[in-house]
């Protein structure tokens, strides 16, 4: 409940009073990785208390992390061939529903903790609603799409920048909270092989394809996959701004929230509280070397691409 509070207060902050585009990044990535880290936490605990009954959570290990580059790969320069050769409008406008779906589904998971709160009675929120088990709903989770469903038909409308960042954290903050790594090893694995694949899309795809695959798939996907920061309230040219790809808060991210479910394990007699004094691995690799690669990231781009965004004033 803090943690979305928090972070719907950093993401319309900047709209409202001028803040550093240096110190957005910051409050922005750490606090989704952070709230996410914890909300994980407590999803886990949650899941061994309830045992059999318990939904599973989608967990990458083993052969999944070496696939994952490979897939990822495949799907950008899928998407940078249908742009090529596909009407682009029709392109767009798909990938922009699919987008927004899942932004708003983020939302809806982040405010339903407040709504569990909130709202009276128990029994009625776990109750399945759908025509098989399969393709059906808590009675919870239907509430919290249709809270969350205006946010995203605002920014389907209007490409306001606020719609975009709060759908885009939100998407950020539900991926950390319920993806997971099976091991430290996998972990690894899955960060280098996604260096290797940021260096070839960004760096090298050119010499190949005749153009920056990666550069030209962001420049005409219009979606919230980005956090964008304007550099005072009211900007409009797209050089007022920077940004930060969801893959480079959500990635790093599921390994420090791993971090911090591994400091609760190790350490007997300890519950999901956050209290970082309690978490030396989390910690550490949260706030420096976590933190000086996010930062390097920031300080060597131009954070300049173009997109479709309107913001106040404009």
Known sequence: TIGGVVLAAITVLPSVVRVPVTLQMLLSSTATIFFGSARASMREAERKAAGDDARPREVLGGKDVYRFPITASATLLALFLAFKYLPKEWVSRALTIGSVTLGAAG???VISPLVERVL????????????????????????TLLMAAP?????????????????AVSLAYSAVEMLGLEDFQSGAVLLSGLFF????????????????????????????????FPKFPGASDPKDHSLLGLGDIVLPGIFIAM??????????????????????????????????????KILTSNGTRTWSCTLPGS
């Open 120 to 143: 009276p009675g128990d029994a009625w929120m776990k109750k399945r609603i759908g025509p098989t088990e399969t393709f059906s709903v808590d009675a919870l989770e239907l509430v």
């Open 259 to 296: 971090l911090f479910r591994f400091d609760e394990h190790v350490i007997p007699g300890h519950d999901a509280e956050i209290n970082p004094r309690y978490k030396p691995y989390f910690t550490t690799v949260r706030e420096f070397p976590g933190l000086a690669g996010v930062f390097s």
């Open 197 to 228: 694949y940021d260096v070839f899309w960004v760096f090298y795809s050119k010499r190949v394809f005749g153009d920056n695959v990666m550069v030209a798939v962001a420049k005409q996907f219009e979606g919230p996959i980005k956090v964008v």
């Open 107 to 109: 939302v809806a998971s």
């Open 151 to 167: 946010i995203g038909v605002w920014y389907a409308m209007t490409k306001h920048c606020i719609a975009n960042n709060l759908l």
